[in-house]
């Protein structure tokens, strides 16, 4: 079955620098890529997504980028500001099972000021 | 955006009682809705799935006779913690998925303390 890592699982960057976080993907059937952020104690919201038809998507700050050869996808967050501290998570789904989404361990990303 | 409410947020319980858990979409028809457990600083652990009318797929691991789900309608589904202890205390989560595409909503979560 599939199966997501995601790296790195803490990531410190100083408030105004960019964040790149990386996942990568075992099944090649897969074809949706969310990315969900998660404020502690609070729900996931998803914040972009791609699919497999799709090598980059862009919206504002954060973009994710898709390598389908490489079976990798990475969000990057431009011009970070202390509100983006939270945990990412990635996920991949095949859309078989009910679009059952296989999940990153998360990233903590903390924003220095 | 699509919303999903789910309550309650937190309940606490004396061991041996059940707690019922309720995950409704307000503004959608949930096709499909998922329950998660998770645990501090960890990811996001699927527990079952369910579609509405039919039984719940448990993963592996997953007691379906204590974790009881019903999905009756096309806007709620329950999770009812059966005869719980202090190890289901947990943040247990749904989410839910309407018919026209792949993207996943999130309830707010219910914290579950069992003492």
């Known amino acids: 079955g599939e199966n997501v890592e995601q790296h790195p699982s803490t990531l410190s960057v100083q408030e105004g620098d960019s964040a790149v976080i990386k996942c990568t993907y075992s099944?090649?059937?897969?074809?949706?890529f969310p990315w969900y952020k998660q404020e502690l104690g609070k729900r996931p919201q998803l914040i972009i997504d791609?699919?497999?038809n799709v090598g980059e998507k862009k919206d504002q700050r954060i973009a994710v980028t898709l390598n389908k050869t490489a079976k990798h996808f990475s969000l990057h967050i431009t011009e970070t500001q202390p509100e983006d501290s939270a945990v990412y998570f990635c996920?991949?789904?095949?859309?078989?099972?009910?679009?059952?989404?296989?999940w990153g361990a998360g990233t903590k990303l903390i924003i220095k000021p | 955006g699509a919303v999903v409410s789910q309550h309650p947020s937190w309940v606490i319980c004396k061991s041996g009682t059940s707690v019922k858990i309720e995950c409704r979409s307000l503004?959608?028809?949930?096709?499909?809705m998922f329950w998660y457990r998770q645990f501090p600083k960890q990811s996001l652990m699927l527990m079952a799935t369910?579609?509405?009318?039919?039984?719940?797929?448990?993963e592996q691991g997953v007691e379906k006779d204590k974790f009881l789900i019903n999905h009756a309608s096309l806007t709620l589904s329950t999770l009812t913690v059966t005869s719980a202890h202090p190890e289901d205390s947990s943040f247990y989560i749904c989410?839910?998925?309407?018919?026209?595409?792949?993207?996943?909503?999130f309830g707010s979560g219910t914290q579950l303390s069992v003492l």
């Open positions: 099944d090649s059937a897969s074809n949706y």
């Open positions: 791609i699919r497999s």
């Open positions: 369910s579609n509405e009318g039919s039984k719940a797929t448990y």
């Open positions: 996920a991949a789904s095949t859309g078989d099972s009910n679009y059952q989404l296989i």
């Open positions: 503004d959608f028809q949930a096709t499909t």
């Open positions: 989410s839910a998925r309407g018919d026209t595409n792949e993207k996943l909503f």
